[in-house]
């Protein structure tokens, strides 16, 4: 994983103030291949995360402590997980 990404991150769980999962970070060129069309995305470059939140009031804190930071560029909205990444492949707010 990219170190300043690490540090972005770890902010963004001080700002939130709980504890999250993580369903999936950094992927080798092997998985990544498996599981997304991009060759190389964030997840294969360190810069992605899945972090499993189904609260929804645990949810409107970690969208907003994302926004605060202007560091996470990226992001999509699943019914178990939200994926956050620094946006160098893609960029924009997105449902799965």
């Known amino acids: 994983m990219d170190e300043n ?3 972005k991150l770890q ?3 001080d700002d939130c103030g709980f504890p999250f999962k993580i ?5 080798c060129k092997k998985h990544n291949d498996k599981v997304s069309k991009k060759s190389m995305g ?3 470059r360190g810069l992605a995360v899945d972090v499993a939140i189904t609260d929804r009031y645990k949810r409107e804190d970690f969208i907003g402590g994302r926004y605060k930071l ?3 560029n990226d992001m ?4 178990t997980f939200i ?3 620094k946006g160098r492949t893609k960029s924009g707010i997105g449902i799965y």
């Open 5 to 7: 990404f690490m540090k």
């Open 42 to 44: 964030d997840h294969a």
């Open 76 to 79: 999509a909205i699943a019914k």
């Open 23 to 27: 369903n999936s970070g950094y992927r």
């Open 83 to 85: 994926h956050i990444a």
């Open 11 to 13: 902010l963004l769980r």
């Open 70 to 72: 202007e560091y996470f």
